[in-house]
């Protein structure tokens, strides 16, 4: 059976190492991206020089008639989905919660718990053995700002993984019978891009004493972890919140 693996928030960051890993491990990758295609068309440049299938999908996961186009065109250009990396997330400049305006809670949430929630339920349709799949797995990228809370910063986002956490434990027992695993990886304090579109570029560097590990973590450390847990190595684990975050 082709495998065929479909990243959210694909075109940097985690889901860019995940995607150049799980090419490298003989899947068949859909990159999804929101605006920078460019990075996307690099990522799938990236799997296809060193023999790779991958295409890149264009949508914003918080529009539902996006998210219909995406898996649409997967289908059509890579067939029958059988892994789903619900990677694609957003955090906002740092606030205490009596400072947010309504607006910036509901762009966290339509994008970080919505969005991967409407991927999940089209990933469902296509993997389990209910609609005729032949199963699959699911990994939802979280946060260890879950448990952490995030105070004064970003206790909305922790607010929004929190939300993916429950949703991981509630789907992985809702499908577990129809072939489907579906677990979550809680990244701490990884060295990505996402830091400066919170306005905290150096964020991951500034944090690092406060890891037991003494540095912030890797994209394609956390990558390594999503792609155990697809795998079949994995294949008696569902319904798991597996923390990459330096004992954090």
């Known amino acids: 059976m082709t495998r065929i693996i479909l990243i959210t928030g694909g075109s940097r960051g985690i889901g860019a190492a995940t995607a150049l890993q799980a090419a490298a491990e003989g899947y068949a990758v859909a990159v999804n991206y929101e605006s920078n295609s460019l990075a996307a068309d690099e990522v799938v440049r990236q799997i296809r020089q060193a023999g790779g299938t991958a295409i890149t999908v264009q949508a ?75 199963g699959g797995a699911i990994v939802n990228v979280t946060s260890v700002a879950a448990r952490l809370g995030a105070p004064g910063q970003y206790v909305d986002y922790a607010a929004a993984k929190g939300a993916m956490d429950v949703f991981t434990l509630g789907l992985a027992r809702e499908v577990a019978a129809e072939g489907i695993r579906v677990n979550a990886v809680r990244p701490g304090i990884i060295d990505t891009d996402i830091h400066a579109s919170g306005g905290l570029p150096d964020r991951a560097r500034d944090l690092a004493p406060q890891v037991p590990m003494q540095r912030p973590g890797r994209a394609d450390e956390v990558a390594s972890s999503i792609l155990w847990l697809l795998g079949q190595s994995s294949g008696y684990v569902t319904g798991s919140l597996l923390d990459v975050a330096g004992g954090r």
Do not use: H, P
């Not at 906002?92 to 991927?119: H, P």
């Open 60 to 134: 914003n996961v918080a529009n539902e008639d996006q998210v219909l186009a995406m898996f649409a065109k997967v289908d059509a250009k890579l067939g029958r989905l059988t892994a789903l990396v619900n990677n694609a997330g957003v955090v906002d400049q740092t606030s205490r919660v009596d400072a947010m305006s309504m607006a910036r809670i509901k762009r966290m949430f339509d994008i970080n718990v919505l969005g991967s929630m409407v991927c999940a339920r089209e990933a469902v349709k296509r993997m389990s053995t209910r609609y005729g799949g032949e």
